[in-house]
């Protein structure tokens, strides 16, 4: 083991051993370089004369760039473009994130987290949870109705095993008690548990009441108090997008500093949040289960996210950061987003609203759905997929199918007014397989 990662290791283990515990084989030896990066992080501060350390080419005293790209960017400063960004991201990026967190989570002030590191998006954010805390045959704790890329990136990729539970109770609400039953087993067969709490929740579009929320905060605390090491891992993908009765906050900010077996790992992003999509900005930002700031914890836990991200990517794109940037200084940034907010709730409560009307009842049920971008059909007389097909064939309306009778609308990117008509023609289509 490199001496960079026993130091972090021993960090670790004085002041948060079950983190230590935590860690996969790979986390356990990840370190930061003191390297070319950290060589040339000290050139950049003391090389007044010639600074020969970092591979880009510089030009008058900035960096080199083609002045046809230049033209389209000519609003921004071509140090904010073309040099590589820190690997953990724009530390003006970082702290402005951090601020954002703090004001739209009231439930985090007072709690003691890390900086977000900039991750390239949240599947980023995500591989860098499984390379950090995934050995093959770690439990991963979710819920049935759950994004497929989780497969790929947990199972396929880091051998965990996907331990499911029904997403909902046959009255509809989340289903709190399935959740803690697959828990308490993973607990008692491996002492050890991978949490993905994903709301806005991809694909159903549910995002749990208050109460549920403490539920599921509740459950998770107890059977950490039994002796399980919890990684707790929020997918805030489509934070902020909460139409009705639920939530209004991340489940991150009432997990952190809750139990010293309890590690907290935030994942969010610009991509959804402030529609930007194509930019994969992300963060992952780490909570501690101690009610006390404990700096070495986060230290270690950054620079090993720091030496991950090195190995696989090396840095993440500079021209996103700074674009970003530019959108959370703006004045109109809070407001512009309140406006399409609204677009949103719109699509989502006219979708409700033909589903409510009982004209189309016959053809299927619908799964609870309160915020994010999705719901989903439970379909009653055809195979899920064959109507998919024959949506596309027929009627060119593309949905996505998943298993045998769900059917995933995504309404954010359906006009309010085209709503009625959509669902019309899934009827259709429904009557036509029948």
Not at 68 to 94: M, N, T, V
Not at 190 to 202: T, Y
């Amino acid at each position: 083991m490199n001496p960079l990662a026993q130091e972090l290791n021993d960090q670790l283990a004085q002041h948060s051993p079950h983190v230590l515990e935590m860690l996969s084989d790979l986390g356990k030896n990840l370190f930061f370089p003191k390297g070319i990066l950290t060589q040339s992080a000290e050139a950049k501060e003391k090389a007044h004369k010639f600074n020969a350390t970092i591979g880009i080419a510089t030009e008058k005293g900035g960096p080199m760039f083609l002045q046809c790209i230049q033209d389209k960017l000519s609003a921004f400063d071509p140090k904010d473009i073309y040099p590589y960004a820190p690997p953990a991201g724009k530390p003006e990026l970082r702290s402005l994130w951090r601020e954002k967190m703090l004001s739209e989570n009231p439930s985090l002030r007072g709690k003691h987290f890390s900086n977000p590191i900039v991750t390239n998006a949240l599947t980023h954010g995500l591989s860098v949870v499984a390379d950090m805390f995934v050995d093959r045959g770690d439990h991963l704790v979710c819920p049935d109705m759950m994004w497929g890329n989780y497969n790929l990136t947990f199972g396929v990729c880091s051998g965990a095993i996907v331990k499911k539970f029904p997403t909902f109770t046959v009255t509809g609400g989340y289903d709190i008690d399935a959740f803690k039953a697959v828990l308490q087993n993973t607990a008692a067969e491996k002492g050890k548990a991978i949490v993905l709490l994903n709301f806005p929740n991809n694909p159903s579009g549910y995002t749990p009441t208050v109460a549920e929320g403490y539920a599921i905060v509740a459950a998770i605390k107890e059977v950490a108090e039994g002796g399980c090491n919890i990684v707790a891992v929020t997918d805030d993908a489509y934070f902020g997008l909460f139409y009705e009765d639920s939530m209004k906050e991340s489940l991150y900010g009432k997990l952190a500093n809750l139990h010293p077996r309890i590690l907290t790992v935030k994942l969010d992003g610009a991509t959804k949040e402030e529609f930007v999509w194509g930019f994969r900005t992300g963060f992952i930002t780490f909570a501690d289960g101690n009610d006390y700031e404990n700096e070495p914890v986060i230290t270690a836990l950054e620079k090993k996210t720091m030496g991950v991200i090195r190995a696989r990517i090396s840095n993440c794109p500079h021209p996103s950061q700074t674009f970003v940037i530019e959108a959370l200084r703006s004045p109109d940034f809070l407001q512009q987003k309140a406006e399409k907010f609204e677009v949103m709730k719109g699509r989502a409560l006219a979708t409700k609203r033909v589903l409510d009307s009982g004209k189309l009842d016959e053809a299927w049920d619908y799964y609870p759905f309160n915020s994010g971008y999705f719901m989903c059909l439970k379909l009653k007389t055809v195979d899920a997929e064959k109507l998919r097909v024959h949506l596309l064939d027929k009627y060119g309306v593309g949905g996505i199918s998943i298993g045998k009778t769900d059917l995933r609308i995504a309404f954010s990117c359906i006009a309010e007014e085209d709503i009625p008509e959509l669902f019309d023609i899934i009827y259709q289509a429904v009557q036509d397989l029948s």
